[in-house]
Nanobody
Framework: QVQLVESGGGLVQAGSSLRLSCAVS????????MGWFRQAPGKERIFVAA????????YYADSVKGRLTISRDNVKNTVYLQMNSLKPEDTAVYYC??????????????WGQGTQVTVSS
């Protein structure tokens, strides 16, 4: 059974940092692309960042370039999203997802349950 479990969210002040984790299990993800998405209250879920598990190539939404960094740990089977200089507009539920095509645009086959990030001003 494939599982993606996010953790690391919380309530922080603007300018702070958080690191989200996504622990994956149930199969090999070596050919997959792993993505982070977020959904703010009343808005659609949008793409934030992605990484190809095998080669480590990374991709970012323009709005987060320079502040957010995606990475993966092959030993721990975990994908991370390091978030620096957080802004109130980063407030959202953050989701981890896996795309079997290995393509950063998906489609994404598996999703985690999400973790809440709230940034106060």
């Amino acid at each position: 059974q494939v599982q993606l479990v996010e953790s690391g969210g919380g309530l922080v002040q603007a300018g702070s940092s958080l690191r989200l984790s996504c622990a994956v299990s149930g199969r090999s993800f070596s050919d997959y692309a792993m993505g982070w998405f977020r959904q703010a209250p009343g808005k659609e879920r949008i793409f934030v960042a992605a990484i190809r598990w095998g080669g480590g190539s990374t991709y970012y939404a323009d709005s987060v370039k320079g502040r957010l960094t995606i990475s993966r740990d092959n030993v721990k089977n975990t994908v991370y999203l390091q978030m620096n200089s957080l802004k109130p507009e980063d407030t959202a539920v953050y989701y981890c997802a896996a795309a079997s095509t290995g393509y950063r645009l998906g489609p994404y086959d598996y999703w985690g349950q999400g973790t809440q990030v709230t940034v106060s001003s």
